[in-house]
């Protein structure tokens, strides 16, 4: 018995996309401005800049990459499921013309 497998890429296109959106969001979301870490820098006046600014600023500048990061690591998750699919749907075309010929 012959037993027939599709792929629903509309479906996995629509996966892919919300990865896609993942990717914006993670950095948006992690994001630090460049004013924010100034003023994380200078929120503990002269005596703290050097200390506790100096920490507070490096520990948004570690959010900021973590969302970088993420965003990048969701943007792979997306090309991944793109590639495969494209995998899948080249080798299928393939079979196809070869069981016409």
Request: charged share 20%; aromatic share 6%.
């Given at each position: 018995v012959a037993r027939e497998l599709s792929v629903d890429t509309d479906a996995w296109e629509d996966h892919a996309r919300w990865w896609d959106g993942e990717s914006r969001?993670?950095?948006e979301a992690m994001d630090v401005s460049e004013e924010t870490l100034?003023?994380?820098r200078g929120a503990f006046?002269?005596?703290g800049a050097s200390t506790?600014?100096?920490a507070y600023a490096e520990v948004l500048m570690a959010r900021r990459e973590a969302g970088q990061r993420l965003g990048a690591y969701a943007q792979g998750v997306a090309e991944h499921i793109r590639r495969d699919v494209q995998?899948?749907?080249?080798v299928e075309a393939e079979a196809a013309r070869t069981l016409s010929s």
């Open positions: 969001r993670a950095v100034a003023g994380a006046g002269k005596l506790v600014g100096a995998g899948y749907t080249d």
